[in-house]
C-alpha cells in the first residue's frame, strides 16, 4: 500500500447568501477571505473548499483522489437528497481505481452526510468503509458535526450565514498519514491558532490506528498567525499531546488532544450523525446543540 501524504484544507460553509438576512453571508465571506489572507501564509494549506463547483469531479490534491460528489433531489429539496444512480456507479467506480492501485486513501466532498440522504445511505457508507475512505468532508448542517463510524472519518462544517449556534468562521482540516484532524475557528477568536494532526485524537481514532505503549510519539501541528517566535509540545506519558504556539506581542494559542492506544470496533450504521457522533468539543467549536436545518433549529 503506497503510504498516505499529508494532505490539509480551509473549508468555508455553505453561503446561504439570502434577503432574509440582508445578504449578510456575502459580507461575512469578505471578512473570512481577509482574515485568512492575513494571517494564513499561501502555501500553507493544499486548498480551499467552498461549496459550489462544477460536478461530480475527480482531482488529484497532495498525490490523494479528491472526489466531489453532487447530491440530488427528487423535487422538495433537502429530504429527497440522494446520489443519482448514474453517479453512484461512477463513486464506485473511482474507488474501485484508487484501491486497485493502491493508492493513498482518497477524499470525499459532498454537501450532506450520509444519513442525511432519502435513499442509499447504507450502501454509501459502506462503500466509503470498504474503500478506505479517509476523509469525508461536508455542509448542510448549518452546525459542526464530527462522525466517527470506526472506519471513516466525517465532518460538517457549519454555514457562513444564517448561522445559529456560536459565530461563523471556516474550519481547517488535515489528514496526516492515517491520522485525520478538524477544528473550526471563528472570526472572533484570537491568533495564534494551532491544529494537532498527529497523532490523532481519541475520538478521531478508527480501527487498525493502535499507538503502541512502548514506542515514541511523534507530534505534527498546523500553526498559524502573524509573528509567532516559538511552538512547544508537551506529552503526558502516552495519554495527553498539547502544542502552544507564542507570538512576538505575547498572545498565545494552542490545541489538546487526547490520544487512545486501543480501538474498540464499531458497527457501521446508515445515520452516522446520530450514532456516532464525538460529541461536544467546545475546544475545537463542536457545542453539541446541533442549532440548525435538519436538527433543532429553524427552518431556513
Not at 503506497?2 to 469578505?30: C, K, M, Q, Y
Request: glycine fraction near 8%.
Amino acid at each position: 500500500m503506497t503510504s498516505n501524504p499529508f494532505v490539509s484544507w480551509l473549508h468555508i460553509g455553505d453561503l446561504h447568501a439570502s434577503d432574509e438576512d440582508r445578504w449578510e453571508s456575502l459580507h461575512t465571506l469578505t471578512r473570512i477571505v481577509e482574515t485568512v489572507c492575513d494571517h494564513v501564509p499561501e502555501d500553507a494549506l493544499d486548498f480551499a473548499f467552498l461549496p459550489g463547483e462544477r460536478l461530480p469531479a475527480s482531482i488529484r490534491i497532495a498525490g490523494r483522489r479528491a472526489l466531489f460528489l453532487d447530491i440530488v433531489c427528487a423535487g422538495s429539496g433537502g429530504p429527497d437528497f440522494r446520489l443519482s444512480d448514474v453517479q453512484t456507479v461512477w463513486l464506485r467506480e473511482q474507488l474501485d481505481a484508487a484501491r486497485l492501485t493502491s493508492e493513498p486513501h482518497p477524499l470525499v466532498f459532498m454537501h450532506a452526510l450520509p444519513g442525511n440522504l432519502h435513499e442509499g445511505a447504507r450502501e454509501i457508507g459502506r462503500l466509503f468503509a470498504d474503500a478506505h475512505v479517509a476523509f469525508v468532508d461536508t455542509g448542510h448542517t448549518h452546525y459542526n458535526e464530527l462522525i466517527n463510524d470506526g472506519a471513516v472519518i466525517y465532518s460538517a462544517t457549519r454555514s457562513t450565514g444564517q448561522v445559529e449556534e456560536g459565530e461563523a468562521g471556516f474550519a481547517i482540516a488535515a489528514v496526516d498519514g492515517d491520522a485525520s484532524s478538524w477544528r473550526f475557528k471563528t472570526l472572533g477568536s484570537p491568533w495564534p491558532w494551532v491544529l494537532i494532526t498527529s497523532p490523532a485524537d481519541e475520538r478521531l481514532t478508527i480501527e487498525g490506528m493502535v499507538l503502541e505503549p512502548s514506542k515514541s510519539i511523534v507530534v505534527r501541528a498546523l500553526v498559524f498567525g502573524k509573528d509567532v517566535v516559538s511552538v512547544a509540545a508537551l506529552v503526558d506519558g502516552m495519554h495527553a499531546v498539547e502544542v502552544e504556539a507564542l507570538a512576538s506581542d505575547g498572545a498565545s494559542g494552542r490545541d489538546a488532544i487526547r490520544v487512545r492506544t486501543a480501538v474498540d470496533p464499531r458497527t457501521l450504521h446508515a445515520h452516522v450523525e446520530d450514532r456516532h457522533s464525538v460529541g461536544a468539543w467546545p475546544e475545537h467549536e463542536l457545542l453539541g446543540t446541533k442549532l440548525g436545518r435538519n436538527a433543532n433549529g429553524k427552518g431556513w
